[in-house]
């Protein structure tokens, strides 16, 4: 087992396992264009084109990045090993018992290795926070460990909109955290 858990048969074609590190104010811009890159490509691959460059959501999402690596709960990166390029992140945020993941993103080239699981782990810990919300895509591997992470009840809008969106948010039951 890896450093950050995952076994050598889910790393196929990887030389070293990537690290995962806590993010700083930094990574940014980086992290915003993993994000643009990933869900571009989700929509397009799903029939559902996203429109804009890098540089177009930037311009109008900066405020928000910025708002969000200052504000963070939990921000964590994966890199490679070699190059140190950020290939994933994930961030979340908190507010009073509100614990919500507002970014959850792994570069195509590197999805259904492990890194998201090794990623929502630090930046979605399950048990923490009394109201846990996730808005998400639609993506298998995201539900996938979004599950995972205690969520119960999806709530989606993408048979409404046939747009790749959704939300679920639940309320954390009395007694012990949920366990996988
Ligand atoms: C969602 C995302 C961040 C997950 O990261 P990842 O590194 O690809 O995920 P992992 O490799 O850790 O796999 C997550 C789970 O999905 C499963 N999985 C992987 N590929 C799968 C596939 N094609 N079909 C079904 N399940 C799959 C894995 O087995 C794993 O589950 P397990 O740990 O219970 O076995 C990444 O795929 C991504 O960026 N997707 C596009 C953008 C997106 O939709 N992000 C979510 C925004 S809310």
């Excluded at 074609?13 to 700083?24: F, H, K, L, S």
């Excluded at 950020?86 to 792994?106: K, Q, W």
């Excluded at 599950?147 to 119960?152: D, I, K, N, P, Q």
Aim: hydrophobic share 35%; net charge positive; with cysteine.
């Amino acid at each position: 087992m890896g450093v950050y858990g995952v076994s050598p048969a889910e790393t196929v074609g990887m030389t070293r396992e990537p690290a995962i590190r806590r993010a700083t104010t930094e990574d940014v811009e980086v992290c915003h264009d993993v994000m643009w890159r990933s869900v571009t490509d989700f929509g397009r691959r799903n029939g559902t084109p996203l429109e804009g460059t890098a540089s177009d959501w930037w311009a109008s999402g900066e405020r928000l990045q910025r708002f969000l690596a200052t504000h963070a709960a939990e921000w964590w990166v994966a890199e490679e090993p070699d190059a140190g390029t950020i290939i994933g992140y994930g961030r979340s945020i908190e507010r009073g018992g509100l614990f919500e993941l507002t970014e959850f993103f792994v570069l195509p080239k590197s999805q259904s290795r492990g890194i998201g699981k090794a990623l929502i782990e630090r930046v979605f810990p399950v048990g923490r926070g009394d109201i846990r919300s996730i808005i998400a895509t639609t993506d298998v591997r995201g539900l996938s460990r979004y599950y995972a992470t205690g969520h119960r009840r999806p709530f989606p809008d993408a048979d409404a909109h046939r747009h790749a969106r959704g939300c679920t948010a639940r309320r954390r039951p009395e007694g012990p955290s949920p366990q996988r």
